[in-house]
């Protein structure tokens, strides 16, 4: 069992359309951070949210953390083929101190 | 490129045998990480070591072990190697180990056990 549970687990969508990858859990979470990964590469940071409600933009991308801090989502306006690669939410457990990443989303954006 | 080492890229052995993974962090970084990726279980948090400290502990196994060196490099040494040890293992560094800390990963090192 995940305690981060990420959905959808795979998602094929043409250029230019939009998309939500969700994050979910019952524990809380002292900060949350999204990363793309591509094959054969470690992860990347894409950003880090530590407050409840808080809402970052990265360009076409929005990231938005749960007000009780045990949630967030990734939304992509106007996919490109460059967005293509797995999306991993992780997030640092209130109380101990440890690292816990969602299963994550593999996104294929078609040209 | 995120400054993060990772030796050797590519490791095969066998059953029962143990092996060093070793990661250099970013200069100026004091933190590691440890990751195991696997096609079943994504990627585990094993544990991470905060200026040659060890700082929390996740899904290690007692096979395995780690360890941060005075000069902040680390080795995970993984020994009664099994098959489903086969994986990638991440090494990731950052500054402190703040909870908004941004973590920065190596490229991985390929583990498989025949």
């Known amino acids: 069992t995940q305690l981060l549970e990420q959905s959808p687990q795979f998602l094929s969508i043409q250029e230019g359309e939009n998309l939500t990858v969700y994050c979910n859990s019952s524990s809380v979470f002292s900060s949350l951070q999204w990363y793309r990964q591509e094959p054969g590469e470690g992860p990347v940071l894409l950003v880090t949210v530590v407050t409840g409600g808080e809402v970052k933009k990265l360009k076409r991308l929005t990231f938005q953390f749960g007000d009780a801090r045990k949630d967030s989502s990734l939304h992509i306006t106007a996919a490109q083929p460059g967005d293509t690669g797995l999306y991993l939410c992780?997030?640092?457990?209130?109380?101990?101190?440890?690292?816990?990443f969602g299963s994550g989303t593999k996104l294929n954006v078609k040209p | 490129d995120s400054g993060v080492t990772q030796t050797p890229k590519h490791l095969i052995t066998a059953t029962g045998q143990r092996v060093t993974l070793r990661c250099s962090p970013r200069?100026?970084?004091?933190?590691v990480y440890w990751y195991q990726q696997s096609l079943d279980q994504g990627l585990q948090f094993l544990i991470q070591?905060?200026?040659?400290?060890?700082?929390a502990k996740g899904n290690i196994l007692e096979r395995f072990s780690a360890q941060q060196f005075p000069d902040l490099h680390s080795e995970l040494n993984l020994s009664s190697l099994e098959l489903g040890d086969s994986a990638l293992y991440f090494c990731?560094?950052?500054?402190?180990?703040?909870?908004?800390?941004?973590?920065?990963f190596g490229p991985g090192t390929r583990l498989t056990v025949l």
């Open positions: 990731a560094s950052s500054v402190e180990a703040s909870p908004a800390d941004t973590q920065y």
């Open positions: 070591y905060y200026n040659g400290e060890e700082r």
């Open positions: 992780a997030g640092r457990e209130h109380n101990f101190n440890k690292f816990y």
């Open positions: 200069s100026g970084d004091l933190s």
